[in-house]
């Protein structure tokens, strides 16, 4: 697939030789237009380099804006209000909003990713409005120091990968949680777990990038969250019960991979001194996967079951035993004993249960995810 990268003449353009090369490495070829402010910043060479590809920066008789018009996806990074407001009135003075507007006729995936002062970002949002009306995506800018700023590399490659993907998803609102629940102790004390949130992640950029809407409710995780997912974040086991069951009815599929707390403990008001000897009274925390289809009957459930130094019978017969109670639709089940496999390794070995068992080899999380939206999505079409 290949991704027209247009750049224009805000500070962000030094971010797009990063992004170009991101680009590559997914996969996507990509071709550059450049605009005369984004040639002030940085030299059309870099983006040459980057690339590959001679860098447009005038129409000549190629009729550029025609013949890469209709191509998978344009992209306007960084994006700034001159170019917004000059596209939403379909102005084509420039080799950039000529290629904008031709590619429009032709319907073709257009992305903006805004960076600028934050008074123009506010001045321009009755044009940002009117172009996400007629289909236009934006990535939203990280806002801070009175600035729009340029995004994450990451969310531009994850919106990229969405709007040119087979959309299998789309139109499904997804939950995912994540990441491990922490019950306190006293004020400063707590138990938790090893849980990283990367599985959790690999599987809602997953179902991001085949069209869902993802939500994420996370408890402690060792790896960031991309901005551009709806995001909760809570701390104990009951905080996120609370806030799944608010958002249940509103989903289609639920992924609970988060490592909830099986207990938690009496909480003291005031800090226990660490002279004392301690004995903690655990009582045991509610199931959330258990209630999940109480609150909507209609979902798709996917269940998580990890075990330690068990047989590969043991291990079946414990995932069974949790989808019936659960009522999940699947299960993935893993023995977090396995070297090299489990809680903060980027890489696990899994056996998915429904119907039919599939036993997967050691993996990465990445990968894994990907076989899992492939059994959610051949289940639900």
Do not use: W
Request: glycine fraction near 6%; charge should be negative; aromatic fraction near 6%.
């Amino acid at each position: 697939m290949r991704v027209v990268l247009c750049v224009t003449g805000s500070v962000s353009a030094v971010e797009t030789v990063k992004l170009a090369r991101e680009l590559k490495r997914k996969g996507f070829q990509v071709k550059c237009f450049m605009s005369d402010g984004a040639c002030d910043i940085i030299n059309p060479y870099a983006l040459e380099f980057a690339t590959g590809e001679h860098v447009v920066t005038k129409l000549t008789g190629e009729i550029e804006h025609v013949k890469y018009a209709a191509d998978d996806l344009i992209l306007v990074a960084p994006a700034t209000a001159n170019v917004i407001s000059k596209f939403a009135y379909k102005i084509a003075d420039n080799p950039i909003n000529t290629l904008l507007v031709t590619a429009s006729g032709y319907r073709t995936p257009i992305i903006f990713v805004p960076s600028m002062h934050h008074s123009m970002y506010r001045a321009v949002d009755e044009n940002i409005q009117k172009l996400k009306n007629e289909g236009v995506v934006f990535v939203e800018p990280k806002e801070e120091e009175n600035k729009a700023k340029f995004p994450s590399i990451e969310n531009i490659i994850l919106q990229i990968q969405k709007a040119t993907s087979n959309n299998q998803l789309k139109g499904q609102n997804v939950l995912v949680s994540a990441g491990g629940t922490f019950e306190d102790i006293d004020p400063i004390r707590g138990i938790t777990n090893r849980s990283s949130g990367k599985m959790g992640l690999e599987l809602a950029k997953e179902a991001f990038r085949r069209g869902a809407d993802v939500t994420m409710v996370t408890g402690r995780m060792d790896v960031d969250v991309p901005t551009i997912f709806n995001h909760i974040n809570v701390e104990s086991t009951q905080e996120m019960q609370g806030e799944i069951r608010k958002i249940l009815h509103d989903q289609d599929i639920f992924i609970a991979a988060a490592a909830v707390s099986d207990f938690a403990v009496e909480k003291q008001e005031s800090k226990i001194s660490s002279k004392d000897n301690l004995n903690l009274k655990l009582k045991p925390t509610p199931k959330i996967i258990n209630k999940a289809k109480k609150y909507n009957p209609e979902l798709y459930l996917v269940g998580f079951k990890a075990e330690y130094n068990v047989s590969n019978d043991q291990l079946l017969d414990s995932a069974r035993k949790r989808m019936n109670e659960s009522g999940a639709d699947l299960m993935v089940a893993n023995d977090v004993s396995i070297e090299g496999a489990g809680f903060g390794s980027d890489q696990n070995k899994v056996v998915l249960v429904d119907d039919e068992v599939f036993e997967l080899p050691l993996s990465t999380k990445k990968e894994i995810s990907a076989v899992i939206i492939d059994r959610i999505v051949e289940k639900i079409t």
